[in-house]
Nanobody
């Protein structure tokens, strides 16, 4: 089992940048594939980015490709989401999630979730 805690959210102007962090507990963190999801008011939670257990493979939603970068540091039990060129439509609560081996963009495949961190992008 793994517990996840996100941080780094906040208010930023359009065009700005933020870096989200997700700290994980547990000695088996390096065996988990990780994902970032987001949920805007009145909308369903959607996939943003995913990374393999080793960090060697990453994949992104089309809406953030080229602007967001996901990475992980297994020595620190932490994953990151670097968000550049932010847009007002990126405003949402951002969640990190963990699953067993095998990457997936499907929310239902992730059994472990953090509490979320708010990102607000002003125009």
């Amino acid at each position: 089992q793994v517990q996840l805690v996100e941080s780094g959210g906040g208010l930023v102007q359009a065009g700005g940048s933020l870096r989200l962090s997700c700290a994980a507990s547990g000695r088996t963190f390096s065996t988990y594939s990780m994902g970032w999801f987001r949920q805007a008011p009145g909308k369903e939670r959607e996939f943003v980015a995913g990374i393999s257990w080793s960090g060697g493979s990453t994949y992104y939603a089309d809406s953030v490709k080229g602007r967001f970068t996901m990475s992980r540091d297994n020595a620190k039990n932490t994953v990151y989401l670097q968000m550049n060129s932010l847009k007002p439509e990126d405003t949402a609560v951002y969640y990190c999630a963990a699953k067993g081996p095998g990457s997936s963009p499907r929310r239902m495949d992730y059994p472990y979730w953090g509490q979320g961190t708010q990102v607000t992008v002003s125009s």
